[in-house]
């Protein structure tokens, strides 16, 4: 993969944030990163880990899995397609 395919356009710190927020402030993000680049979600609510890659289904955008952050809250990375 190359460098740029995995380079993180816009990070969210949705930390404390209980559902649905972290997926609120995805939607209301995903807009300002160019097409085909990622976005992080930092969500530690345990819902974001099913929500986050249903919208990503919905709404026609890539769920590219996710990782830990430093500290070890998860973070989990959207592509933009549209």
């Given at each position: 993969?190359?460098?740029?395919?995995?380079t993180?356009?816009?990070?969210?710190?949705?930390?404390?944030?209980?559902?649905?927020?972290?997926?609120?402030?995805?939607?209301?993000?995903?807009?300002?990163?160019p097409?085909?680049?990622?976005?992080?979600?930092?969500?530690?609510?345990?819902?974001?880990?099913?929500?986050?890659?249903?919208?990503?289904?919905?709404?026609?955008?890539?769920?590219?899995?996710?990782?830990?952050?430093?500290d070890?809250?998860?973070?989990?990375?959207?592509?933009?397609?549209?």
């Amino acid at each position: 993969m190359t460098p740029e395919a995995t380079t993180v356009a816009l990070e969210l710190d949705c930390r404390g944030m209980a559902c649905p927020r972290p997926v609120i402030e995805l939607a209301k993000a995903i807009g300002g990163v160019p097409v085909g680049s990622l976005l992080a979600v930092l969500a530690d609510d345990v819902a974001a880990r099913t929500d986050i890659p249903a919208w990503c289904r919905m709404r026609g955008q890539e769920y590219a899995g996710e990782e830990a952050a430093a500290d070890g809250t998860p973070r989990h990375l959207v592509r933009r397609l549209s």
